[in-house]
T-cell receptor, first 114, second 114 residues
């Protein structure tokens, strides 16, 4: 079975500081993708960053980076220099290449405080 | 490029009534998804189309929900009759065939069943 678990329902961080959101997943596939999506209040969900499981190098997109630990099935998101606009729900998701079905975690609500 | 278009943005109906949602994906995206997002939860896949064929509808409550994708482009999702527990945001997303580069989401339709 394909599952995604986000154990932090809510987090907060001071503006300009760094925060890490946790995610663990389970899959029986050897080839898969992992994603972090951001859903701002009352706005549409957008892709933040993606990781291909066969690549060992951690993905980075500007202030966003991941720590991908394949053996531990862990995929955390680090946001550096947090900005007020980072306030949102963040969803971790996995996609098995064989099933073409993306499974989402329950989400972590992040508040960035001024 | 234009994003994923969804309408309406909001809908309030009484239980046992019917409702329909419309989605227009990004041009060239062969795969289209309908997700249900209940407040405080992650999105749950209802149905996935590849062109105009159904790839996965295992979690679609077929006794009341139906969906179609006309000519492999636009899609409609219908609920008839609606129940109180159908209150949710209905998200449409589209992607390239395998989904490995992530999804582009529409703004969603917030359905309230009273």
């Amino acid at each position: 079975a394909q599952t995604v678990t986000q154990s932090q329902p809510e987090m907060s961080v001071q503006e300009a500081e760094t925060v890490t959101l946790s995610c663990t997943y389970d899959t029986s596939e050897s080839n898969y993708y992992l994603f972090w999506y951001k859903q701002p209040p009352s706005r549409q969900m957008i892709l933040v960053i993606r990781q291909e499981a066969y690549k060992q190098q951690n993905a980075t997109e500007n202030r966003f980076s991941v720590n991908f630990q394949k053996a531990a099935k862990s995929f955390s998101l680090k946001i550096s220099d947090s900005q007020l606009g980072d306030t949102a729900m963040y969803f971790c998701a996995s996609l098995n290449t064989g099933g073409f079905k993306t499974i989402f975690g329950a989400g972590t609500r992040l508040f960035v405080k001024a | 490029e234009a994003g994923v278009a969804q309408s309406p943005r909001y809908k309030i109906i009484e239980k046992r009534q019917s409702v329909a949602f419309w989605c227009n994906p990004i041009s060239g995206h062969a795969t289209l998804y309908w997700y249900q997002q209940i407040l405080g939860q992650g999105p749950k896949l209802l149905i996935q189309f590849q062109n105009n064929g159904v790839v996965d509808d295992s979690q679609l409550p077929k006794d009341r929900f139906s969906a179609e994708r006309l000519k492999g482009v636009d899609s409609t999702l219908k609920i008839q009759p609606a129940k109180l527990e159908d209150s949710a945001v209905y998200l449409c997303a589209s992607s390239l065939p395998t989904g490995g580069y992530g999804y582009t989401f529409g703004s969603g339709t917030r359905l309230t069943v009273v």
